[in-house]
């Protein structure tokens, strides 16, 4: 079991810049893929970037490439978005997710965080 804590939400102007954190305890944090994912309003979850367990990053392109940035560090157990250049369309509650990337690119999220919200006021 893998228990998956965000932080580092809150409320920025457009432009600004926020870092959200995701502490994961439990079972070997370095075997999973680590993703963060949005879900806005009346709207569907959607996939933001993953990191693979050798540090291959894949972003959402059309929404965030270039702007937001994950990274992880194993030996405190935890994964960062960092985002920068902030639009009022980022504002969404963010969930960070361990799951299994398989050699075809497919990621199956086996545990999920609870989220921290997002809000960017223009």
């Known amino acids: 079991q893998v228990q998956l804590v965000e932080s580092g939400g809150g409320l920025v102007q457009a432009g600004g810049s926020l870092r959200l954190s995701c502490a994961a305890s439990g079972r070997t944090f370095s075997a999973y893929a680590m993703a963060w994912f949005r879900q806005a309003p009346g709207k569907e979850r959607e996939f933001v970037a993953r990191?693979?367990?050798?540090?291959?990053?894949?972003y959402d392109a059309d929404s965030v490439k270039g702007r937001f940035t994950i990274s992880r560090d194993n030996a405190k157990n935890t994964v960062y978005l960092q985002m920068n250049s902030l639009k009022p369309e980022d504002t969404a509650v963010y969930y960070c997710a361990a799951g299994d990337l398989t050699i075809g690119g497919t990621l199956n999220i086996e545990y999920w965080g609870q989220g921290t919200q997002v809000t960017v006021s223009s």
């Open positions: 990191l693979s367990r050798s540090g291959i990053s894949t």
